[in-house]
């Protein structure tokens, strides 16, 4: 059950960001996808911060859910694995991945979404640690 639940996840993130209009969900119409065989590699490092963009175009609201995607998604990889190393490394390494597929479904995949995405899963790291903590102290606890 939870290699199922980490896998729907994670094929959920990849509908979130590879579909044409990332506004699908917002506007209740279903998502489409359009390939790109050739796609701009250039616009990975395109720093495209402007306050009108920022205030009218619902980028805050995107930009915290690649930080609250791929925090849970750590989790998960976490709940899988049992390694706080593998999961980090696995969901940033997912990021870099979904970044790359933007552009080949005609987005504007870009590096500092990357780092985003990297921040959650920081994140999502340390709620593990705290919560192994929480549970580890209790356990002893109630040993003594």
Same mark, same amino acid.
């Given at each position: 059950? =939870?290699?199922?639940?980490?896998?729907?996840? &994670?094929? %959920?993130?990849?509908? #979130?960001?590879?579909? @044409?209009? !990332?506004?699908?969900?917002?506007?209740?119409?279903?998502?489409?996808?359009?390939?790109?065989?050739?796609?701009?590699?250039?616009?990975?490092?395109?720093?495209?911060?402007?306050?009108?963009?920022?205030?009218?175009?619902?980028?805050?609201?995107? =930009?915290?859910?690649?930080?609250?995607?791929? &925090?849970? %998604?750590?989790?998960? #990889?976490?709940?899988? @694995?049992? !390694?706080?190393?593998?999961?980090?490394?696995?969901?940033?390494?997912?990021?870099?991945?979904?970044?790359?597929?933007?552009?080949?479904?005609?987005?504007?995949?870009?590096?500092?979404?990357?780092?985003?995405?990297?921040?959650?899963?920081?994140?999502?790291?340390?709620?593990?640690?705290?919560?192994?903590?929480?549970?580890?102290?209790?356990?002893?606890?109630?040993?003594?």
């Amino acid at each position: 059950m =939870k290699t199922f639940v980490l896998i729907a996840w &994670a094929m %959920l993130l990849l509908v #979130f960001t590879c579909a @044409s209009d !990332s506004s699908f969900w917002v506007n209740g119409t279903v998502p489409s996808f359009h390939w790109s065989g050739w796609p701009d590699f250039h616009v990975l490092t395109k720093l495209d911060f402007s306050l009108d963009l920022m205030y009218n175009s619902g980028y805050v609201l995107r =930009k915290i859910g690649h930080f609250t995607g791929f &925090a849970v %998604l750590a989790v998960l #990889f976490y709940r899988r @694995s049992k !390694s706080t190393v593998m999961s980090i490394l696995a969901s940033i390494a997912f990021a870099l991945l979904t970044e790359l597929l933007q552009l080949y479904f005609g987005r504007d995949g870009r590096l500092y979404d990357v780092a985003i995405d990297s921040a959650g899963v920081l994140l999502g790291a340390i709620v593990v640690q705290i919560v192994n903590r929480i549970k580890f102290d209790r356990n002893l606890s109630n040993a003594n």
